[in-house]
């Protein structure tokens, strides 16, 4: 069975650009989140998106957006790219929302912001 | 405000040892933990978890621990294989955001020597 995949792997952008990153989930989950992994820390929640609704959000500005489609994958979109969104990007899937639920990871897209 | 910790930046075993690594957390609503591996340039991968309810978990040679009343948890690799060396993110939910939000700590990277 294929895990959770993203695209693109890697993606290099100037300052003040947009950027859109891709999700697709494990077959039959229904839930996505995102989060921002910088060098040295664990990943920070960015969002988590179930049945296309969003369910939480963390402590991000709303130059961060993101979004679920009927088929479950998702996008993230970033505007206004600062040095400081260079990171790794990590979608993670589960069955449904709620604690007591594993979320498996896919392996990220790098960003890099010149 | 960083309710995970985990204040073992690395530790160095001998394939074959134990490995122990160690998570506290501050939040009292936490009901839920998980340990992910991570690999260099891939996503972190499930492991384990444990719920508030059980102060035990075992999975092959994984086992993590749970102590609500100290808030920690910890996490045996017995015998630790070459293969284990990685990054080992401890994090958690529950509470508040009972929609499954992970918190993670910083993580610890395990090196195992022949």
Known sequence: ?114 | DQQVKQNSPSLSVQEGRISILNCDYTNSMFDYFLWYKKYPAEGPTFLISISSIKDKNEDGRFTVFLNKSAKHLSLHIVPSQPGDSAVYFCAASGGTDSWGKLQFGAGTQVVVTP
């Open chain 1, 1 to 114: 069975d294929a895990g959770v995949t993203q695209s693109p792997t890697h993606l290099i952008k100037t300052r003040g650009q947009h950027v859109t990153l891709r999700c697709s989930p494990i077959s039959g989950h229904k839930s996505v989140s995102w989060y921002q992994q910088v060098l040295g820390q664990g990943p920070q929640f960015i969002f988590q998106y179930y049945e296309k609704e969003e369910r939480g959000r963390g402590n991000f500005p709303d130059r961060f957006s993101a979004r679920q489609f009927p088929n479950y994958s998702s996008e993230l979109n970033v505007n206004a790219l600062l040095l400081g969104d260079s990171a790794l990007y990590l979608c993670a899937s589960s069955l449904r929302t709620g604690s007591y639920n594993e979320q498996f990871f896919g392996p990220g897209t790098r960003l890099t912001v010149l």
